[in-house]
């Protein structure tokens, strides 16, 4: 950018044709770039402002769609914050409750346990995959499994989503849960048959289960040891 | 560490900016077709990946919290002085790489690529360093892919293209083919 | 500069014979990584169209306060807030569609085509002309990525928009979704492109249609 001006360049007027023999003064140009900034920015904040309501609201929804899916329609549920180790139902002050792991714990209409709702995301075959599972830690079984976001590959991985028999395979798995491949398949409560052609974002999905309750399971049972 | 690892191979072969992700095609297609001109173009993108990967960080640890729906113009302007000031430092240090890279170094504002690869930073949560393996690993993918493009073409030369193909068509054509070639590494150091 | 082009000529010209995916090889990133459903394609083009639209409609308007030195700085600032917005809408509106679309929405700000029009066009001429090009230029994109996205949804699908086409026994040809997919079918393209442009040519007995001068952003 040019260091020096000249007096030249009246504000309103248009630059000659043959640019580059004008100097632009460096005010002018920082100015320049200074409002376009400053009204991006108004701009921006504006429609953020606008639309931030309804994406919200949204999110909401599909979490509250997933937690109902996973524990089999609750009448409702408790939000717990994971803070130092223990669950918390309300979070603490000096923390903000957003940037907290939330698990959720379900009640049925008669006022008994329906089971936690746990998230988890890892590493799939092609990318991360995020998902929600039920679990009864009174029982150690797992209730059911949603995969929320996925980007494995279309008719092989994606299997994990549009395989109904996989899906079903986690509703009453023992934990820790085991992949197997079918054809091995002893029948234990803990195994999970793998989805042929799609192991590897199988065990993505068991591994994320697994990892998510060997982190969590003693705050589980701690908490309900609490709470009765 | 073997996550480090996995988030190298992984931007580097496995998820393949090019070949995968379709990005940085502008000078996939205009680069590729001599070795040595692919790999300076290869080396310069390295070059600014790692950095703009560190810029990221610092902008996604201590400033966007406050204004999340800046993100995308502050990186943008972060990549733009980032190769103006490559660009100015190269020209100082050597003025002769300076001469050879040419018009590549400013073309590479607008590789996607850059931008691509701050905000997959940015949603997969990566710390610095696995910021910083998640850059170096797509530069690697980036060059491994503008070196096998141009090493084929440097072939391709001597080869009875068909009228209809000649140009951009074989291009395209040859990357589906190690598009295909690279799908072979799914899976690489998953569990 | 003088404008030698009419208004007319302005507005069809980014739609098939300067058409900035196919022809001038611009946009190739969200062409392919996009396209492969018919839905994702539109949405991308539509939001395309939004950013180049409004950011036409900006430069045209203010090129007279954009001092040269700053303009492609000015334009991308332009741009990214328009792409900004356009996530943000998409995000509220249609989230499936966001979601799928993903990293690639942001991707739109360093699409060369958008940069190319404001730097060869919208900068130098009347707004009513920078918008009419503006508009050519995008339905040319939404028209290619609609073609990319029609191939590659019903080869590897089976289905378009969705709506399955052929009946439970097809077995659709995933390749054409995947990565691989998006490059063989704009190579595919391209030759059945090539091979008209070559059969035009014989037949009229005049030169080859040379290849049509290509505008590039610095």
Known sequence: MSGEGTSGAGSQRELPVMSGHVEVPSWRLLLTLGI???????????????????????????LRLAVSEVLASPSRWDTLY?????????????VDAGSLEMVFLGYREDGSRAGYAIQGAEAGFQDIIELIFGYNAETNTVLGMKVLANKETPGLGDKIVKDS??????????????????????????????????????????????HQLERLGPMLNAYLQEAS | MSNMAWIFISAMVVNNFTLAYFLGLCPFMGVSGRVDTALKMGA????????????????????????????????????ASTVQIT????????????????????????????????????????????????????????????????????DLVFAKVPAIARGNAIVFIIAGILSLAFMGFAGLLSA | MPKQTTPGQDLTRGIWRENPVLIQ??????????????????????????????????????????PHEVRITTYILIIATFVTIADMLLEAIVPEVHKALGAFIALIVVNCMILGRQEAFSSKNTVPRALLDATGTGIGF?????????????????SFLGFPL??????????????????????????????????????????????VAVERAA
């Open chain 1, 36 to 62: 376009a900034g400053a009204l991006a920015g108004l701009l921006i904040v504006f429609v953020y402002q606008a639309t931030q309501p309804r994406i919200q609201a949204y999110k909401a929804l599909q």
């Open chain 1, 82 to 94: 994971v803070h130092d180790g223990a669950l918390l139902l309300t979070p603490p002050t000096d």
């Open chain 1, 165 to 210: 028999a996989f899906v079903a395979e986690f509703g009453g798995a023992e934990t820790p849960l085991a992949g197997v491949k079918s054809a091995r398949a002893t029948g234990a409560a803990n195994e999970v048959d793998m989805i042929t052609g799609a192991t590897i974002s199988s065990r993505a999905v068991i591994n994320i289960i697994n």
């Open chain 2, 44 to 79: 310069a993108n390295i070059f600014v990946l790692t950095v703009a990967s560190v810029c990221a960080w610092f902008l996604n640890t201590f400033i966007l919290p406050y204004a999340p729906f800046l993100r995308l113009i502050s990186f943008i302007v972060v990549i």
């Open chain 2, 87 to 154: 660009e100015m430092v190269i020209k100082k240090l050597s003025p002769a790489l300076f001469r050879a890279l040419g018009i590549y170094l400013p073309l590479i504002t607008t590789n996607c690529a850059i931008l691509f690869m701050a905000i997959s930073q940015t949603n997969r949560g990566y710390n610095f360093l696995e910021g910083l393996f998640f850059a170096f690993g797509a530069g690697a993918g980036l060059t491994l892919a503008l070196v096998l493009m141009a090493s084929i073409r440097e």
């Open chain 3, 25 to 66: 090889m611009l946009g190739l990133c969200p062409a392919l990584a996009v396209t492969n459903t018919v839905v994702n394609s539109l949405a991308m083009g539509l939001a395309t169209f939004f950013v180049l639209f409004c950011s036409s409609l900006l430069v045209a308007t203010f090129k007279k306060f954009i």
């Open chain 3, 142 to 158: 939404i028209i290619a990525l609609f073609l990319m996205g029609g191939i590659r949804e019903v080869l590897g699908y089976g």
């Open chain 3, 166 to 211: 052929f009946g439970g026994n097809y077995e659709p040809w995933i390749i054409f979704i995947l990565p691989p997919g998006g490059f063989l079918t704009i190579g595919f393209i391209l030759l059945a492109l090539n091979w008209w442009e070559r059969r035009k040519a014989e037949r009229s007995k005049s030169d080859l249609p040379g290849a």
